[in-house]
Structures are given as structure tokens and as C-alpha cells.
């Protein structure tokens, strides 16, 4: 079984900056795409940031320039540094892995962490 359980959300001002983790713990091999999906209330999920294996990445437009995807595959653990942080990116965050390869022997898609609660607020 597969799991990804995150960290780091929380309170935080205008203006400052929160870094969330996520890990991903089972029989796992490898994981071809990371990312953190945002959903406010009364919103769609919307993607936040993606990276692949390869390190390659995509941001949401809402926030380039802000936030920074990065992960450690040897720990299968996927990171966002959120900085200048808004109001308006107050939502649950919630971390996606897809191609996950385990002992099964089969890539798996579409696993989630639990989501945790970004609130920016002065």
C-alpha cells in the first residue's frame, strides 16, 4: 500500500513563507510525477506545481515566481517553498503522486496525501 503523508501547513502572514513536505512510504521503486494540487473553499482543485523524475517542472500561473517545487527521490519525498505568500493562496493543499512503480511490478496512478490546511492572514 502506498501513502503520502504531508507536512508543514499552517498559519502564516502576508508576505511569508511556508515550506510543505510530502513523503511517499510502500512498496515503492520509483515515482515518475510529484505534485501539490490547492482547492479553496468554493473552488476547483487546481494545480499548483509538477515535477517529473527528471526534475523537470510546471507552476500554476498564479504562482511562478513564488513558489518552488523540488523533491529527493532516494527519500521519495516531494517539497514546495511557498514565499510572498497572498491571501488568496489560502487552501487545503494536497500532494498527487502518478507512475508509481512498486513491487507489484506496475506503474500506478492518481495517489493522495491527505491535504493540509495553508492559511494566509494577517
Known amino acids: 500500500q502506498v501513502q503520502l503523508v504531508e507536512s508543514g501547513g499552517g498559519l502564516v502572514q502576508p508576505g511569508g513563507s511556508l515550506r510543505l513536505s510530502c513523503a511517499a512510504s510502500?512498496?515503492?521503486?520509483?515515482?515518475?510525477?510529484m505534485a501539490w494540487y490547492r482547492q479553496a473553499p468554493g473552488k476547483q482543485r487546481e494545480l499548483v506545481a509538477i515535477?517529473?523524475?527528471?526534475?523537470?517542472?510546471r507552476y500554476g500561473d498564479s504562482v511562478k515566481g513564488r513558489f518552488t517545487i523540488s523533491r529527493d527521490n532516494a527519500k521519495n519525498t516531494v517539497y514546495l517553498q511557498m514565499n510572498s505568500l497572498k491571501p488568496e493562496d489560502t487552501a487545503v493543499y494536497y500532494c498527487?503522486?502518478?507512475?508509481?512503480?512498486?513491487?507489484?511490478?506496475?506503474?500506478?496512478?492518481?495517489?493522495w496525501g491527505q491535504g493540509t490546511q495553508v492559511t494566509v492572514s494577517s
Open positions: 498527487n503522486a502518478d507512475g508509481v512503480l512498486t513491487t507489484r511490478g506496475v506503474y500506478e496512478t492518481d495517489y
Open positions: 515535477i517529473v523524475s527528471g526534475g523537470s517542472t
Open positions: 510502500g512498496s515503492i521503486l520509483r515515482i515518475y510525477a
